[in-house]
């Protein structure tokens, strides 16, 4: 079976992209965070059912037409890595 693992700035883009929705609407950054949930659990159970991603290796999800969350399948495990709003420059040029 699969392991589920949200990486450390992928939490960390859940949590920034949470307070920032919250601030103006709290019932909709909960929802958001309850897609969140339900696509990784999603891509845990059919790892291969998302998009190649833009970097090699990984896949993506589109989570709401403004996020993407980027994950990775290694072995036993699945990681996500990012949790992006879709403006946001992905990958990175630097």
Do not use: C
């Not at 589920?4 to 929705?21: E, F, K, Q, S, T």
């Not at 990784?40 to 999800?61: L, M, N, S």
């Not at 994950?71 to 699945?78: F, V």
């Amino acid at each position: 079976m699969i392991q589920l693992v949200w990486r450390p700035l992928a939490l960390a883009d859940r949590d920034a992209i949470m307070d920032y929705i919250a601030k103006d609407n709290p019932l909709a950054a909960l929802m958001l965070d309850d897609d969140f949930e339900t696509k990784a659990e999603q891509a845990r159970q059919h790892p291969k059912r998302y998009k190649v991603g833009r970097v090699p290796g990984t896949r993506e999800i589109v989570v709401q037409p403004n996020y993407v969350m980027v994950y990775r399948i290694a072995g036993n495990e699945l990681a996500v890595l990012r949790v992006l709003h879709a403006r946001q420059q992905w990958p990175t040029n630097s």
